[in-house]
């Protein structure tokens, strides 16, 4: 059974830290592609961050670069989102998900086939 859980959410002031991990299981699921997303009330799901099965290629949205790394440890089947001078507007639910298909990896939810059940993230002072 392939599966994500997401881990290490919760709530910082304006301008802290938080690393946010993705634990993929299942067979195959080194060779997949994952990505982070997030969803605020309200508003549509999307694409945070990216990364390539090999970990090799990576992808960003225009809000976060900068301020947040995504990186990959396959020996540990562990997807990582270190989430640095976080903002009011960063606060939603976060979302891995890993995708068997696309190379390097897209932002687009649609193209995700494994999603993980969301971590809270919530920046305020």
């Known amino acids: 059974q392939l599966q994500v859980v997401e881990s290490g959410g919760g709530l910082v002031q304006p301008g802290g830290s938080l690393r946010l991990s993705c634990a993929y299981s299942?067979?195959?699921?080194?060779?997949?592609?994952i990505g982070w997303f997030r969803q605020a009330p309200g508003k549509e799901r999307e694409g945070v961050s990216c990364?390539?099965?090999?970990?090799?290629?990576?992808n960003y949205a225009d809000s976060v670069k900068g301020r947040f790394t995504i990186s990959r440890d396959n020996a540990g089947n562990t997807v990582y989102l270190q989430m640095n001078s976080l903002k009011p507007e960063d606060t939603a639910v976060y979302f891995c998900?890993?995708?068997?298909?696309?190379?390097?990896?897209?932002?687009?939810?649609?193209?995700?086939?494994?999603w993980g059940q969301g971590t809270q993230v919530t920046v305020s002072s």
């Open positions: 998900a890993a995708d068997p298909w696309s190379s390097p990896c897209s932002m687009w939810p649609k193209e995700y086939d494994y």
């Open positions: 990364i390539s099965s090999d970990g090799d290629s990576t």
């Open positions: 299942g067979f195959g699921m080194r060779y997949h592609a």
